[in-house]
């Protein structure tokens, strides 16, 4: 939604008749995930992609024929292997498309993201009848199917927060950068947290952890990651977000270093519900130890944990749902 947000406020504006198609369901190869969105006008202007090219055409003839009848409906479309490959795909596949018409609470949807309020969109696929609620669920935040209902998760845009402006953050900010997270980097040290070091930072905080948490608004949106390895400098980075309802929260350093962290958070009367959400050692595997490599294993991790990946080579991941 938020790719065609533009576009849909102009044309909602000028009066536009709009129609919405979403992915709603694929098997095979699919370029484009479930909650893909295009939208459609009346007189024929076009935004947002289900698959890349391969349907779109057969998408907007659907969403002229839902504006015409002012009735939703699930348009299912097979991609031949000729076409797939053309799109860049190895194979066929079979994608379901929810077209209807452009609604009140789809607006509201609108005006919500546009404010960058967390919401989540419960549409019935039967009938067209949409739901929203403030607020955004934990665990993955992409959307799923349940049975004739389709949820979609909102969230705040990503926002990945670096304690500790050390050499291994350099490479993690520019890569979150390339991902599209807005980055903050925290330190109490201005000769390290500085414009040169990190010139593609959103914001630069020269702060102790605590008092920067402090001034920033903390959903499970926001990924804080940990970097000082200095106790004076983690702990109270620990304490402040530990409390809150981060998306996720890693540490770096050695199982003892975290150990001797988590012993003096539980002296401190933090749960074991509350340390078990601390990913330290911080990261994935992946075998390098130079800074490009810890933060490639570091964002690696955090992509796993938003999107519910398993971190797992994808021939084993594939092989455990065969």
Same mark, same amino acid.
């Given at each position: 939604m938020r790719e065609v947000l533009s576009e849909l406020g102009e044309w909602t504006k000028a009066g536009e008749e709009i129609a919405l198609a979403t992915v709603v369901e694929t098997w095979g190869s699919s370029p484009r995930p479930l909650g893909s969105k &295009?939208?459609?006008?009346?007189? +024929?202007? &076009?935004? +947002?992609?289900?698959?890349? +090219?391969?349907?779109?055409?057969?998408?907007? $003839? #659907?969403?002229?024929?839902? *504006? %015409?009848? +002012? $009735?939703?409906?699930? @348009?299912?479309?097979?991609?031949?292997?000729?076409?797939?490959? #053309?799109?860049? /795909?190895?194979?066929?596949?079979?994608? #379901?498309?929810?077209?209807?018409? *452009?609604?009140?609470v789809h607006e509201q949807l609108i005006e919500m993201l546009q404010r960058d309020v967390p919401a989540t969109l419960r549409t019935n696929l039967v009938t067209g009848e949409a739901e929203l609620v403030e607020g955004a669920p934990s665990g993955s935040e992409l959307a799923r199917r349940d049975g004739d209902m389709f949820i979609e998760p909102f969230r705040r845009p990503a926002h990945l927060i670096i304690i500790g402006a050390i050499?291994?953050?350099?490479? /993690?900010?520019? /890569? @979150?950068? *390339? &991902?599209?997270?807005?980055?903050?980097?925290?330190?109490?040290?201005? %000769?390290?947290a500085s414009k040169e070091r990190f010139p593609e930072a959103d914001e630069l905080i020269v702060a102790w952890p605590d008092e920067a948490m402090a001034r920033l608004s903390i959903d499970n949106s926001s990924y804080v990651v940990i970097l000082t390895h200095d106790p004076k400098f983690d702990l109270p980075a620990l304490r402040s977000v530990l409390g809150k309802q981060a998306g996720y929260v890693g540490a770096i350093g050695s199982r003892k270093t975290n150990q001797n962290r988590f012993d003096a958070l539980r002296a401190e009367g933090f749960t074991e519900e509350q340390l078990a959400r601390v990913h330290g050692p911080i990261g994935l595997d992946l075998g390098g130890r130079g800074a490009e490599e810890t933060a490639l294993g570091i964002l690696a991790e955090i992509t796993a944990t938003r999107f519910g990946g398993t971190g797992a080579a994808m021939r084993e991941a594939r092989a455990s749902r065969t």
């Open positions: &295009m939208v459609v006008t009346q007189s +024929g202007k &076009m935004a +947002g992609s289900v698959s890349n +090219g391969c349907i779109e055409g057969a998408v907007f $003839e #659907e969403a002229q024929k839902v *504006l %015409k009848a +002012g $009735e939703p409906k699930v @348009a299912a479309f097979g991609v031949a292997d000729d076409v797939a490959f #053309e799109v860049g /795909l190895a194979c066929g596949g079979h994608i #379901e498309v929810f077209v209807q018409p *452009l609604g009140r050499h291994i953050a350099i490479p /993690l900010h520019r /890569l @979150a950068k *390339l &991902m599209g997270y807005r980055v903050t980097i925290v330190d109490a040290r201005a %000769k390290f």
